[in-house]
T-cell receptor, first 113, second 109 residues
Framework: DVKVTQSSRYLVKRTGEKVFLECVQDMDHENMFWYRQDPGLGLRLIYFSYDVKMKEKGDIPEGYSVSREKKERFSLILESASTNQTSMYLC????????????FGPGTRLTVL | GEDVEQSLFLSVREGDSSVINCTYTDSSSTYLYWYKQEPGAGLQLLTYIFSNMDMKQDQRLTVLLNKKDKHLSLRIADTQTGDSAIYFCAETGTYKYIFGTGTRLKVLA
């Protein structure tokens, strides 16, 4: 059974902290994605990666960075968390190319106080 | 712009049909997708349609595509309380999707 896992379901951090969100997929997918989901705004793409060590900015990369050292793992980093980064973060993976089904993790709800 | 638009809310009675609409932007999208998000969960693929099709039926689901108007719709027949969720349409690009804002479907018993 295909699986995308995220390191935490709920996370509470303080303003200015460095935050790591981890995502692991077991499907040998080339593509991995980080989205944030906010009410009324849908899913917005933060960063994506189409290969190990490759990364591309999405629509809202400001305040975030990513790391993909291994094919199965894609990390999202908030260098200095701010309250406006309180959100639901969703990781997804897919086969190479932009047209394949994306498989999503359960999400991490991050609250920055 | 790159906005994929959906209405935010839809409320129907159990047993009725639900129709969720989506207006997309890129006429070159090869596939158009519908994803479902149940409470507290990530998104799961519900169905998709290839861009050279007008309609696709899959059990209780019917997808209609109007390429001229860039309009996509999802019809759920005999809507059940288990269909209560957020539904996202998505168009595809070179590497990535563009998701709609999501429509929250509430099914009233």
């Amino acid at each position: 059974d295909v699986k995308v896992t995220q390191s935490s379901r709920y996370l509470v951090k303080r303003t200015g902290e460095k935050v790591f969100l981890e995502c692991v997929q077991d499907m040998d997918h080339e593509n991995m994605f980080w989205y944030r989901q906010d009410p009324g705004l849908g899913l917005r793409l933060i960063y994506f990666s189409y290969d190990v060590k490759m990364k591309e900015k999405g629509d809202i990369p400001e305040g975030y960075s990513v790391s993909r050292e291994k094919k199965e793992r894609f990390s999202l980093i908030l260098e200095s968390a701010s309250t406006n980064q309180t959100s639901m973060y969703l990781c997804a993976s897919s086969l190479a190319g932009g047209e394949h089904e994306q498989f999503f993790g359960p999400g991490t709800r991050l609250t920055v106080l | 712009g790159e906005d994929v638009e959906q209405s935010l809310f839809l409320s129907v009675r159990e047993g009725d049909s639900s129709v969720i609409n989506c207006t997309y932007t890129d006429s070159s999208s090869t596939y158009l997708y519908w994803y479902k998000q149940e409470p507290g969960a990530g998104l799961q693929l519900l169905t998709y349609i290839f861009s050279n099709m007008d309609m696709k039926q899959d059990q209780r689901l019917t997808v209609l595509l109007n390429k001229k108007d860039k309009h996509l719709s999802l019809r759920i027949a005999d809507t059940q309380t288990g269909d209560s969720a957020i539904y996202f349409c998505a168009e595809t690009g070179t590497y990535k999707y563009i998701f709609g804002t999501g429509t929250r479907l509430k099914v009233l018993a």
